[in-house]
Every structure is written in C-alpha cells, then in structure tokens.
C-alpha cells in the first residue's frame, strides 16, 4: 500500500528557532510555506533526502508547554488515495475528513483518525501527477 514516507510532520513552538536549527544542522533548507485557516504556519523543508513538515500551531497551548521538535505525524505516499483507503477502511480503520484535502504542494492529502489506527498520526498522500 505505502510506496514511501511522503514527509515527517514536526510540530513546535517556534517555527523561526526550528527552521535556524534545521539549516545549520542538517543543511536543510525551505520549499515551501503556507498558512492554515486555523493560524497554524507550516513550512515545508528538504533535510537531505527527506522532506519534514515544521507546524506551528495557531494556537500553541496544544503543545502542553513542550518546545523544541515534537513528532506530529508521517505522511505516506500512495498511488491512489482512494484505493488505499477502501483497504484501510476494509481493515475498520477510519479516515478523519469526509474528502482528501489538496495542500500547499498539490498534493491530496487525507488524514486517518488515530483513535482507530492504535494511536498512529498519519496522513495517506497522492503526489501531483507530473
């Protein structure tokens, strides 16, 4: 089902700190940036070979006073969003929104609700078509 791990999903308190950190520690670098309509930045890096998701929450008491990196979720890429969620689905997994979302990149995006997924926060991608 999963073809490889689309990005890591990394929430802080400080998406300015973390982006500095990224650059000089791993030579990372941005390619990407937006806004949710909650106030949430997300910005998009390239650390190496792997793409990370910095999220800083519109509202920051989410992240229960914890500062730094803090693991969010995994994005998986799959041929088709569709197909692979009639699997999951099939499986008695549960997807959180009605329909796949498309993100800042182009890509449909549709997040699985963790409370059936043994608590794993993660997202099934379809990459634009090229």
Partial sequence: MFKDVYH??????????????AEKAFGGRVTNEARNPDG??????????????IIQPGDKSVLGGKTGFILHHIGYTVDKIEESLAELEGKGMKRLWPEAR???????VQYMDPASMNGLNMHLTERPKS
Avoid at 11 to 21: E, G, R, S, Y
Avoid at 102 to 108: D, K, L, P, Y
């Fill in 8 to 21: 890591i999903g990394l929430q802080t308190d400080d998406a300015d700190a973390a982006i500095a950190f």
């Fill in 102 to 108: 498309t993100n800042v990149e182009g890509a449909r």
């Fill in 40 to 53: 949430s930045r997300l910005v998009f890096m390239r650390w190496g070979n792997t793409d990370v998701e």
